[in-house]
């Protein structure tokens, strides 16, 4: 962790360049959202990447996990392995690829 | 007493106890919005309607993520200028940061406010209009000249509530009452109060009369009884009688000194007929049924959920009429013409920007535009969300809706569509986060000045964590920005 | 006694007493009501735990007199409810739902189920098994003075107290508590009596606001807990070194931590459903009474399911965890063996606790969820049940070659072990999603996970109050009242839960309130069991029917047994507070961890001296050593001088 007086004074610049960033990345997220891409879900799938990169460097540079101790990693990478459960089968439970067709509803008519 | 390590580290694990606590609570705190994510993913996923995409304002959404994001680096530098003791530096970022969360929440009470007050109906074709209603909606009653309350004798879910419940939905001047004991008063709190207890108290007394005259009843067929089928049957007599327990809800008439109007939100009653409007308290009033057409100023025509939208049941002669179906299909046509050009290889269908731009027809003016202009509006493909759009000066065409012709309608709150309604809860929790970190924060720079001549490193732990949780709150904002407003 | 009992940062003599004057004076309220003290707070929490025990006991009681006895008065009812305050409580709670000639129906019986349901796993089993006993015991085992955070403990169960209320209160509105089971199931839970005079006036937003300040008070307390057993341990108190109990603690708390917030979110879109009238859970389209009803629709029942179950199913092993956790201290003690296979059931609680969050979707087989999440489910399912398996397995080999002493918690514990297994071998057909089709919802089900939790943990959980009280009281309770109380309760369970397999299988549902009388199909079914019971009545001169309905009455004989094996126990628990045989030594059981190392009762502060763990916690009848118990806390046989210690704890008293 940052403790010593350089480092913290070092790291200063980079909470403001990466403050910076996020702005920049924030604004490219909304242009980005007016631009047609080929499928709306591609347009999510940018967002979301975006998204996820300015939520990552927030996690490492402003909560500082880019030097934390192990046991906070641990607690975390459980967590998120739980919470990517919770996205991941709740999403099949709507699109089951097993589910065959009719299964729910009649077979639209060609 | 002390606790060991809330100031300096554990030296194994390395931490303070503190710290263990904030990551734990932000762990629980990650499946909390993980829960609301995946509702929010398992609700678009099985949306049966157009999921609105840009319909809030992205400005402000914008203007509150460089907000959000701004405090964010000032909170992390208040730690860091406490860490090398420069305090005057460390209150400045800290007041900043909480200045931040007072802007924030500003801008999203603006955000809401303008949603309170503009309207959706659903029109029994799968048109939706969004607009006004300026004197709200009501069902008219007239002629009404006496109100019959239900007290309940025990305790009931639907119990009269007249005072509350009733009165407000009058029109005009609320007239006496002549109560049931044939004296004329108004009605308020403490006369009806007094009517209630005094009924209740009667409605006991029939109560335990009837249970006394059956328990006396059952115990003379007891004596009587000789057989032992006989006794058995006048003992379980005897206990029905003396478990009975129904004590009887009263019926009571209020008569009116003169005729009432009532205009009734549709929140407040049960129901009603042409003759007779229930309202949520068991009221029943008699009358004649006035008015129960909607008065809308419409905004937008959202057709999407209509097979050929041009024959939307908006543009009937009653509504909107030739003039505006004419500008909405020029609208569209102009729409689907620029997409064509644009993109000539991609469905029409799939694209939902299109179906929104050319089917959801935003109104600005009160007459049709003239033929030509209807795509003029530069707004038109933007972000120009119908909420902000009040007050702002425009004028709308007027409709008056017959109650036959729309079967749902809501203001832009939770009950409106699911995507409102998970809006509304993530946004809403997401905003108390912030309220309650802002209020830590605000404590350490107000309240935590002995601590941080005496003791700055255990302040400054302090300020770590809460700046963790303000962190966090904004790492979810960053997801909910974009989902809510941009995809 | 601050001074010495507290730093663990600050070197000190061991040889100063001076915790006597250190005392802090404390008014009765500090001390005893807003106590930041994790044992006045264990306490608090499991005196609140016992009471909703009984009450949820009580409810049960009602709902099987109705399935025994349907259309029959409830018995002493026209006394009960016109008794002076008594009266009037039931009454406002039960008797206006009653029928007029005192009998149950159909809508009491509901709202006793969902509240039986509540009030047992929210108000009982979690706050007695996980908040007392973690919190009275845990900071002992580990050697430190006090949770972590004090003030959110106090908090916590504070939050707890609140919701506790709220619950209790949604008995006295106008629509009485919710009738939906204890799962909530929406749409039925958020349409149901859609007409009050005011929302508030309606069971279900109680209950939401109850969950919701329970909700939170689990979260404060698991927080504290996790991070006292990370930070706190003592000198020497390795990862591995640590009692099993902690380590149960530990994944309990996991997941309350991890499972509980999707519940809350849960509660929240339940809440707003019912406030703001929004559609989380209501399909389009959705009639009731032959009438549309005035929602947008667009939502989806399942998505309360699963964040429900997401909950709901971790929630299982915070009931039961607790429980191998009392057992691991228990049997061990009274077996004067080690723990067999310490390591291999903490890498097992460990994965027990991870596998528990994805296997959650086995309750919803019914829901027509699609093929391969099925499949899925049924996987995690049939996994899960290896490292159960392997911690009931441990603790039976425990057993082997011990010379068992079997006083009442032993009695407990011992019978603990056939009921679990019991429970959880009748739980594994119900994994597979084409037997749970015909047995969902059935007695089977009922049978099934009573099995774990009532025989199971709440004997885990009579276990550990006897077995902590005489830390608790400086008391023992009485071993023949314990032993009145062991075996009525043993033979009640039995009773109770053994005849609900049976039922089950013959499509006996979970929500006849008249239990099966209508329909005679079913119930007109003969079974060596009932013509068994129908054989014992005739010998006493009753005529029980030779059907499957005579189950019935079997159950709620069961149900009265133990009712009654309940009294002896109470008598038990509150005499001996102040009338029990008083102990002679800080340790009694002559157990290894350290919670025995502290004065009785333990002081503010717990211990008289820096308690270091020198070795595992479960040194019994180790050779060589001149006792067959081996303390973690000894340095070498009998130093520190435990008796200059206890004696130093009879002249504080």
């Known amino acids: 962790m940052a403790d010593n007086v350089e480092a913290i004074q070092k790291s200063i610049k980079w909470y403001l360049i990466i403050g910076g960033i996020l702005i920049l990345a924030s604004g490219a997220t ?81 | 007493m002390d606790i060991p390590y809330t100031v300096h580290a554990r030296p194994d694990t390395g931490l303070y106890n503190a710290k263990i606590g904030i990551w734990l609570f932000l762990a629980s705190e990650v499946m909390l919005f993980g829960g609301l994510f995946s509702a929010y993913i398992f609700l678009r996923v099985g949306a049966d309607y157009p999921w609105p995409v840009h319909d809030l304002d992205v400005t402000l959404g914008f203007i509150n993520t460089v907000v959000l994001i701004a405090s964010s680096v000032t909170v992390v530098m208040a730690w860091a200028m406490l860490k090398l003791r420069k305090f005057a530096w460390y209150r400045i970022n800290m007041a900043i940061t909480v200045i931040c969360a007072g802007v924030f929440m500003f801008n999203k009470s603006l955000e809401y406010k303008a949603k309170f007050s503009h309207y959706a109906v659903k029109l029994t074709d799968g048109t939706m209009l969004t607009g006004h209603l300026p004197n709200g909606y009501h069902v008219k009653f007239d002629g009404v000249k006496e109100l019959s309350i239900t007290i309940a004798g025990g305790n009931k879910a639907v119990d009269a509530d007249p005072v509350d419940v009733v009165l407000p939905a009058i029109e005009g001047d609320v007239p006496k009452f002549k109560f049931p004991s044939g004296t004329e008063q108004e009605l308020n709190a403490a006369t009806f109060g007094e009517l209630q207890k005094a009924t209740r108290k009667a409605a006991y007394e029939a109560y335990q009369a009837k249970r006394d005259g059956m328990i006396a009843d059952a115990e003379k067929v007891l004596a009587a009884a000789t057989t032992p089928h006989a006794i058995y049957e006048a003992e379980k007599r005897l206990a029905i009688a003396r478990n009975y327990n129904v004590i009887p809800d009263t019926k009571i008439t209020l008569v009116a000194a003169s005729p009432i109007k009532f205009a009734a939100n549709t929140s407040d009653i049960f129901g009603y007929t042409d003759t007779t409007l229930t309202f949520c308290d068991g009221t029943i009033v008699t009358g004649k049924l006035t008015d129960d057409k909607m008065t809308l100023q419409v905004d937008g025509v959202d057709a999407r959920g209509v097979a050929q939208s041009e024959k939307s049941l908006a543009f009937d002669h009653r509504y909107l009429g030739d003039a505006w179906q004419k500008a909405f299909v020029e609208n569209r046509d102009h729409h689907i013409a620029t997409f064509e050009h644009d993109y000539p290889t991609r469905d029409k269908t799939r694209s939902a920007t299109l179906q929104k731009d050319s089917l959801f027809f935003k109104i600005h003016t009160s007459t049709p535009p003239a033929e030509g202009k209807a795509h003029g509006d530069k707004h038109g493909a933007e972000a120009h969300a119908p909420a902000e759009n009040h007050g702002s000066g425009h004028d709308y065409p007027t409709v008056v809706l017959e109650k036959k012709d729309f079967t749902f309608f809501s203001n832009f709150t939770p009950k409106l569509n699911t995507y409102y309604a998970i809006y509304f809860t993530l946004t809403g929790l997401h905003g108390l986060h912030v309220v309650a970190g802002a209020l830590v924060l605000l404590y350490f720079l107000a309240f935590d000045g002995k601590r941080l001549r005496q003791d700055p490193e255990h302040l400054a732990n302090r300020v770590e964590v809460g700046g963790l949780f303000w962190h966090f709150v904004d790492l979810v904002w960053i997801f909910l920005f974009p989902l809510l407003y941009l995809l | 006694m601050s001074a010495a009992a507290t730093t663990h940062d600050h070197a000190h003599d061991h040889s100063h007493d001076d915790h006597a004057h250190g005392h802090h004076e404390q008014s009765f309220v500090w001390k005893y009501i807003f106590s930041s003290d994790h044992k006045t707070i264990g306490m608090q929490y499991g005196i609140t735990g016992l009471i909703f025990l009984l009450f949820g006991f009580f409810l049960m009681l009602l709902m099987r007199w109705s399935i025994a006895y349907p259309g029959i008065p409830v018995p002493a009812v026209d006394v009960i409810r016109h008794l002076p305050i008594l009266g009037d409580f039931f009454e406002g709670m039960f008797g206006r739902w009653l029928n007029a000639d005192g009998s149950l129906n159909g809508e009491l019986y509901n709202m006793l189920g969902a509240m039986h349901g509540t009030v047992m796993v929210f108000f009982g089993i979690v706050p007695l098994g996980f908040a007392a006993f973690g919190n009275f015991v845990m900071p002992l085992q580990i050697g430190t003075i006090d949770m972590a955070f004090p003030r959110l403990n106090m908090m916590s169960y504070w939050f707890f107290f609140i919701s506790c209320v709220l619950m209790m209160y949604s008995f006295f509105v106008g629509t009485g508590p919710v009738q939906t089971g204890w799962t909530m199931y929406s749409p039925l839970a958020s349409t149901m009596n859609m007409g009050v005079t005011s929302i508030w006036k309606h069971g279900h937003i109680w209950w939401l606001l109850a969950m919701v300040f329970n909700i939170s ?86 998505l309360y399911q699963h964040l429900f179950w997401f909950l709901a199913h971790p929630e299982v092993y915070v009931l039961i965890l607790p429980a191998f956790a009392i057992l691991t201290d228990i049997i061990p003690c009274n077996a004067r063996r080690p723990l067999w296979g310490y390591k291999s059931m903490v890498y097992s609680v460990l994965t027990l606790g991870f596998l528990s969050f994805l296997v959650w979707a086995h309750h919803m087989y019914l829901t027509g969820m699609g093929t391969m999440m099925s499949t899925y489910f049924q996987i995690t399912t049939v996994l899960i049940s290896v490292p159960s398996v392997v911690l009931l397995t441990c603790l039976m080999v425990s057993l082997w070659g011990g010379s068992i002493r079997f006083n009442t918690q032993m009695l407990f514990a011992s019978a603990f072990l056939p009921m679990f297994g019991i429970g959880g071998l009748t739980g594994l057909p119900l994994a597979f999603s084409f037997i749970d089709l015909a047995m969902h919802d059935t007695y089977y089900v009922i049978g099934h996970f009573h099995y774990v939790v009532a025989p199971g943990t709440i004997f885990a959980l009579f276990a550990g109050v006897y077995h902590w009280f005489p830390k608790m009281t400086g008391r023992f309770m009485n071993d023949k009242l314990g032993k009145l109380h062991f075996w009525p309760s043993l033979i009640g369970m039995n009773l109770v839960f053994a005849p609900m397999f049976i039922q089950g299988m013959a499509g006996f549902h979970r929500r006849w309130y008249d239990g099966g009388k209508y329909f005679e199909n079913t119930s007109a079914m003969s079974h060596w069991t009932t013509t068994l019971t129908h054989k014992i009545g005739a010998f006493f001169g009753f005529n029980i029917p030779d059907n499957m309905l005579s189950l019935n009455i079997v159950m709620s004989i069961g149900a009265f047994i133990l009712a009654l094996g309940q009294v002896p126990f109470i008598i038990n628990f509150w005499f001996s507070i102040k009338g029990g045989k008083k102990i002679t030594s800080d340790n009694p059981w002559e157990a290894t961890t350290m919670e025995w190392a502290t004065p009785t009762p333990p002081p503010h502060g717990n211990f008289l001296f820096d308690p270091v763990a020198h070795r595992g916690p479960y040194e019994y009848s180790v050779p060589g050593h001149a006792t067959d118990f081996y303390p973690q806390w000894e340095s070498e046989p009998g130093k520190p001088d435990l008796k200059a210690v206890a004696e130093k704890a009879q002249a504080h008293h």
Request: aromatic share 14%.
């Open chain 3, 217 to 302: 008070a689990s979260l404060l307390g698991s927080v504290n807990f996790i991070a006292t057993i990370i930070n706190l341990r003592t000198k020497g108190m390795a990862w591995m070194k640590m009692p099993f109990f902690c380590w149960a603690m530990f994944v309990t708390a996991f997941l309350l931590l991890l499972a509980f917030p999707p519940l809350e979110v849960a509660a929240i879109l339940q809440l707003s459903d019912r406030v703001f009238g929004s559609s989380f859970y209501l399909p389009t389209g959705l009639m009731e009474g032959g009438k549309q009803l005035d929602i947008s629709g667009g939502g989806s029942p399942l």
């Open chain 1, 30 to 110: 909304v242009w980005l959202s007016f631009v047609e891409l080929p499928t709306h879900s591609l347009n999510i799938l940018v967002g979301m990447i975006l998204a996820t990169i300015k939520a990552t460097l927030v996690a490492l540079i402003f909560m500082h996990l880019n030097h934390e101790r192990s046991l906070i990693y641990k607690i975390l990478l459980f967590t998120v392995v739980l919470a990517v459960v919770l996205f991941a089968l709740f999403i099949f439970s709507h699109e089951d690829p097993l589910v065959f067709p009719g299964f729910y509803a009649p077979v639209e008519q060609q």
